[in-house]
Protein backbone atom coordinates (compact mmCIF):
# COMPACT_ATOMS: atom_id res chain seq x y z
CA UNK A 1 0.00 0.00 0.00
CA UNK A 2 1.31 3.18 -1.18
CA UNK A 3 1.94 6.16 1.61
CA UNK A 4 2.87 9.76 1.47
CA UNK A 5 3.46 11.65 4.34
CA UNK A 6 3.70 15.06 4.20
CA UNK A 7 5.32 17.10 7.26
CA UNK A 8 7.23 20.82 7.51
CA UNK A 9 3.80 23.15 6.96
CA UNK A 10 3.48 25.98 9.37
CA UNK A 11 3.40 29.41 9.63
CA UNK A 12 5.76 32.25 8.43
CA UNK A 13 5.96 35.67 7.34
CA UNK A 14 5.86 37.16 3.54
CA UNK A 15 9.40 36.72 2.68
CA UNK A 16 9.91 33.64 4.59
CA UNK A 17 11.03 30.33 4.04
CA UNK A 18 9.62 26.93 4.69
CA UNK A 19 11.18 23.30 3.22
CA UNK A 20 8.17 20.51 2.98
CA UNK A 21 9.09 17.27 3.10
CA UNK A 22 7.14 13.64 2.14
CA UNK A 23 7.91 10.37 3.09
CA UNK A 24 6.65 7.73 0.54
CA UNK A 25 6.73 4.33 0.95
CA UNK A 26 5.11 1.08 -0.14
CA UNK A 27 6.10 1.19 -4.59
CA UNK A 28 7.59 -2.19 -4.93
CA UNK A 29 9.67 0.22 -7.52
CA UNK A 30 11.46 2.92 -7.16
CA UNK A 31 10.07 3.90 -10.75
CA UNK A 32 8.15 6.37 -9.98
CA UNK A 33 6.83 10.08 -10.08
CA UNK A 34 6.08 12.54 -7.55
CA UNK A 35 4.80 15.94 -7.39
CA UNK A 36 3.64 18.79 -5.04
CA UNK A 37 -0.06 20.36 -5.16
CA UNK A 38 -1.64 22.79 -3.51
CA UNK A 39 -5.47 23.81 -2.70
CA UNK A 40 -6.24 27.57 -2.04
CA UNK A 41 -8.76 28.17 0.56
CA UNK A 42 -12.22 28.73 -1.09
CA UNK A 43 -10.78 27.30 -4.18
CA UNK A 44 -11.59 23.41 -4.99
CA UNK A 45 -8.88 22.73 -7.37
CA UNK A 46 -5.37 21.61 -6.62
CA UNK A 47 -3.11 23.59 -8.47
CA UNK A 48 0.24 21.47 -9.64
CA UNK A 49 3.37 23.62 -8.37
CA UNK A 50 6.26 20.91 -9.60
CA UNK A 51 6.91 17.86 -10.61
CA UNK A 52 9.90 15.35 -10.64
CA UNK A 53 10.20 12.85 -12.48
CA UNK A 54 12.40 9.07 -11.97
CA UNK A 55 15.26 10.73 -14.28
CA UNK A 56 15.29 13.88 -11.97
CA UNK A 57 13.89 16.50 -14.57
CA UNK A 58 11.29 18.74 -12.73
CA UNK A 59 8.97 20.85 -14.09
CA UNK A 60 7.26 24.02 -12.02
CA UNK A 61 4.24 26.01 -12.76
CA UNK A 62 4.73 29.69 -13.38
CA UNK A 63 3.17 30.98 -10.02
CA UNK A 64 6.60 29.78 -8.33
CA UNK A 65 9.21 28.95 -10.81
CA UNK A 66 12.22 31.04 -9.51
CA UNK A 67 10.90 30.94 -6.08
CA UNK A 68 10.05 27.01 -4.93
CA UNK A 69 12.82 24.17 -5.38
CA UNK A 70 11.46 20.30 -5.82
CA UNK A 71 14.01 17.45 -5.13
CA UNK A 72 14.08 14.23 -4.09
CA UNK A 73 16.29 11.67 -2.08
CA UNK A 74 15.67 8.57 -3.44
CA UNK A 75 17.65 6.55 -1.28
CA UNK A 76 15.64 7.56 2.17
CA UNK A 77 12.56 7.87 -0.66
CA UNK A 78 11.77 11.43 0.44
CA UNK A 79 10.49 14.10 -1.60
CA UNK A 80 11.26 17.54 -0.72
CA UNK A 81 9.67 21.44 -1.72
CA UNK A 82 12.04 24.04 -0.86
CA UNK A 83 9.80 27.51 -0.50
CA UNK A 84 11.68 31.06 -0.74
CA UNK A 85 10.37 34.64 -0.74
CA UNK A 86 6.81 33.06 0.44
CA UNK A 87 3.72 35.49 -0.03
CA UNK A 88 0.71 35.94 1.60
CA UNK A 89 -1.31 34.43 -1.64
CA UNK A 90 0.79 31.02 -1.23
CA UNK A 91 -0.80 30.37 2.12
CA UNK A 92 -2.86 26.63 1.04
CA UNK A 93 -2.78 23.29 1.80
CA UNK A 94 0.15 21.70 0.30
CA UNK A 95 -0.04 18.01 -0.81
CA UNK A 96 2.50 15.57 -1.93
CA UNK A 97 1.25 13.27 -4.74
CA UNK A 98 3.10 10.11 -6.94
CA UNK A 99 2.06 7.57 -9.44
CA UNK A 100 4.13 4.89 -11.13
CA UNK A 101 2.82 5.99 -14.68
CA UNK A 102 5.56 7.75 -16.75
CA UNK A 103 4.31 11.68 -17.11
CA UNK A 104 1.21 11.42 -14.82
CA UNK A 105 3.17 13.73 -12.34
CA UNK A 106 3.15 16.63 -14.38
CA UNK A 107 -0.59 16.75 -14.99
CA UNK A 108 -3.74 17.57 -13.16
CA UNK A 109 -4.97 16.16 -9.84
CA UNK A 110 -7.23 13.66 -11.39
CA UNK A 111 -3.96 11.77 -13.02
CA UNK A 112 -2.61 10.77 -10.43
CA UNK A 113 -3.32 8.10 -8.34
CA UNK A 114 -1.44 8.63 -4.79
CA UNK A 115 -1.47 11.54 -2.01
CA UNK A 116 -0.47 12.11 1.52
CA UNK A 117 -2.88 14.13 3.87
CA UNK A 118 -1.67 17.42 3.35
CA UNK A 119 0.58 19.88 5.38
CA UNK A 120 -0.94 23.67 6.28
CA UNK A 121 0.82 26.62 5.30
CA UNK A 122 -0.09 29.88 6.17
CA UNK A 123 1.77 33.04 5.33
CA UNK A 124 1.10 36.17 7.20
CA UNK A 125 2.26 40.04 6.75
Known amino acids: QVQLVESGGGSVQAGGSLTLSCEVSGFTSRRYCLAWFRQIPGVSVRENLASIDNDGSATYADSVKGRFSISKDSVKETLYLQMNSLKLEDTAMYYC??????????????????WGQGTRVTVSS
Open 97 to 114: AADWRPGRCRGGPGLVGH
